[in-house]
């Protein structure tokens, strides 16, 4: 856990001791004066205040976005006729939404899947993997500009996380323009939302 979630958890440990000690002070059965319940009234909502900003530290750390391998180049935004490969039919439609709702101002086409079965096989859908000759014939027949290679698969290092693998490619020049690799729980639409996200902030330079 970083040092600085430590230093604040510790601080609101302290506080929260001393607002306790405070609501305490001169509360007796037989008399609760008017300014007494309002010490204590202020002194627990205090002490909720203090429980809650403590679990959100708590959930804001065990939800970060994790990421590696990412970057993109320039010409990934000039891209808006895209096919999605390696995903299964329902993965792709999440996918698709995503990135469609990252990129607002620019219209964006995808191939239909059916299309791309008269290309390539399923089992090449599945699994991402074009050579360069299939490649070139997505380009002719469906004038496919950038081609988004994706593997969602089980993370090595946990029991029940998953990744997914992002590679946009150039179907002319065969370039990869975007790489994001997004790891996390199993849960596809947080991953291709953090992915998505990763990739139109280091395009756009964090904006």
Not at 115 to 133: A, C, M, P, T, W
Not at 163 to 186: C, F, N, P, Q, W
């Amino acid at each position: 856990m970083p040092a600085q979630i430590h230093n604040i958890r510790y601080w609101q440990k302290t506080k929260i001791q001393r607002d306790i000690h405070f609501a305490g002070i001169n509360i007796y059965p037989q008399s609760i004066s008017g300014s007494s319940r309002m010490n204590i009234r202020t002194g627990f909502l205090r002490i909720i205040s203090a429980f809650v900003l403590i679990a959100g530290l708590v959930i804001s750390t065990g939800c970060a976005r994790k990421t590696e391998a990412l970057f993109t180049r320039p010409e990934l935004i000039t891209h808006s006729r895209l096919a999605i490969i390696g995903l299964t039919a329902e993965q792709e439609q999440i996918f698709m939404a995503f990135y469609t709702k990252a990129f607002p101002g620019q219209v964006i086409t995808f191939v239909e899947r059916n299309r791309l079965h008269e290309v390539i096989s399923e089992q090449d859908l599945l699994k991402g993997r074009l050579n360069e000759k299939t490649r070139a014939r997505i380009k002719q027949i469906f004038g496919v500009e950038a081609l988004i290679m994706c593997t969602y698969y089980d993370g090595s290092d946990d029991i029940g996380r998953k990744k997914l693998r992002v590679r946009i490619v150039d179907s002319a020049t065969g370039a990869i323009v975007g790489s994001v690799i997004t790891g996390g729980r199993d849960n596809f639409g947080y991953h291709c939302d953090t992915a998505i996200k990763a990739l139109k902030t280091d395009l756009l330079g964090g904006s």
